[in-house]
C-alpha cells in the first residue's frame, strides 16, 4: 500500500551549501536522506513530495553546519500481509521468481507459484505437471503478499503467493 507520510525531522545543511537558497538546500538534503530509504517504520521510501515548514536554524559549534527543523511528506510504499499486487517477472531460479514491484522485489517460492507440481528447467521457465502452465521472465503476474521483514533494512524481504484463484501469470488478452 502506498502512503504519504508526513514527516517532522531535523535537516543538517553543511557550510558549503550556505550559498543556495534557504528551502533548496534542506530539500536537496531531505531527498539524500530520505529517498530510497528502507525501515519497518516507512517501509520503501519512493519520493520527498513536499516541504510544509522550516523552523528557524541553529549552527551547532564545532560542526559549522546549520540544523533546521522541517515538515515534509514523503511518498512511502509499506507491502501488507494479504495485499494483491501486480508484478512482472524479473529472475527465475531452480527456487523460485523474483517479482519487480515498482518499489522493490518479492520473491515466490517454487512452492508457492502454482497449484500444481512445478519444475524448473535450464531456461529458467517454471511448468507446472499436469497444468502445462508456464512462467518465464517478463510475464505480469498477480501475487499475494504473505510475508513481510525489515529485519536486515538493507536486505528486506516480501514474500509472495501465486498459488490462489486468481493469482498467478495474466494472460496476454
Known sequence: ???KIRVKDHIRVPPHMFDNKRDQAIMDNIVHTYENHVSKNLGFVVNVIELYSVEEGVIVPGDGAAYFQAEFDLLCYKP???ELLYGKVRDITDFGAFLD???TEGMVHISQSMDDFVSFSKEKVLQGKNTSTTVK?????VARVI???F???RNPKVGLTMRQEGLGKRSSA
Open 1 to 3: 500500500m502506498f502512503y
Open 80 to 82: 501488507e500481509l494479504n
Open 101 to 103: 514491484l515498482g518499489a
Open 137 to 141: 521472465v517478463g510475464d505480469l503476474c
Open 147 to 149: 510475508a513481510v521483514s
Open 151 to 153: 529485519k536486515d533494512p
